[in-house]
T-cell receptor, first 112, second 112 residues
Framework: NAGVTQTPKFQVLKTGQSMTLQCAQDMNHEYMSWYRQDPGMGLRLIHYSVGAGITDQGEVPNGYNVSRSTTEDFPLRLLSAAPSQTSVYFC???????????FGSGTRLTVV | GQQVMQIPQYQHVQEGEDFTTYCNSSTTLSNIQWYKQRPGGHPVFLIQLVKSGEVKKQKRLTFQFGEAKKNSSLHITATQTTDVGTYFCAGPVTGGGNKLTFGTGTQLKVEL
């Protein structure tokens, strides 16, 4: 099992550009989430999903879109990148509510 | 809104000393999870506590869930350099379905 795979690992964007961060898991987990990590602020939830076709907003959803067309994939789209979106983004998945998350290795995004 | 705070934010110890991080929630939690993130890495799930007053041990790590289920602690006995990293607690968002909110984290540095 590869676990949770995130691509790309690093990305530099110009302000106003759009892009998609990819996340795929091969563990048949129903629950998937996107977090961003900024220094001194821990992990903040952007969007999450409890199954294919079901998504909901987290703590900091503005500027991001998600979709969940399959159990395996949960891409995160940045609509119009802003310097405030410079961060490390983690995708995570878990079997269900009472289980721990398995995290991907992260995408380090810089917006200039 | 619900907050999960951790103290201290940083801790430097000499190898062999003990270490404790505390997690406090503004609301009662149905369960609490702990994660460890090594420098430059991704969070890794350590354990979940569910019952009031529950205590669980993993080798030199002792996890405790408060009687009121609003606080938790992680204690490491005789720290080693391999314990270096940031420790996060995480709990379900009250009324938030399956959302998981993370604490601010405690960064542990161990000096020889």
């Amino acid at each position: 099992n590869a676990g949770v795979t995130q691509t790309p690992k690093f990305q530099v964007l110009k302000t106003g550009q759009s892009m998609t961060l990819q996340c795929a898991q091969d563990m048949n987990h129903e629950y998937m989430s996107w977090y961003r990590q900024d220094p001194g602020m821990g992990l903040r939830l952007i969007h999450y999903s409890v199954g294919a076709g079901i998504t909901d907003q987290g703590e900091v959803p503005n500027g991001y879109n998600v979709s969940r067309s399959t159990t395996e994939d949960f891409p995160l789209r940045l609509l119009s990148a802003a310097p405030s979106q410079t961060s490390v983004y983690f995708c995570a998945s878990r079997t269900g509510q009472g289980y721990g998350y398995t995290f991907g290795s992260g995408t380090r995004l810089t917006v200039v | 809104g619900q907050q999960v705070m951790q103290i201290p934010q940083y801790q430097h110890v000499q190898e062999g000393e003990d270490f404790t991080t505390y997690c406090n929630s503004s609301t009662t939690l149905s369960n609490i999870q702990w994660y460890k993130q090594r420098p430059g890495g991704h969070p890794v799930f350590l354990i979940q506590l569910v019952k009031s007053g529950e205590v669980k041990k993993q080798k030199r790590l002792t996890f405790q869930f408060g009687e009121a289920k609003k606080n938790s602690s992680l204690h490491i006995t005789a720290t080693q350099t391999t314990d270096v990293g940031t420790y996060f607690c995480a709990g379900p968002v009250t009324g938030g379905g399956n959302k998981l909110t993370f604490g601010t984290g405690t960064q542990l540095k161990v000096e020889l």
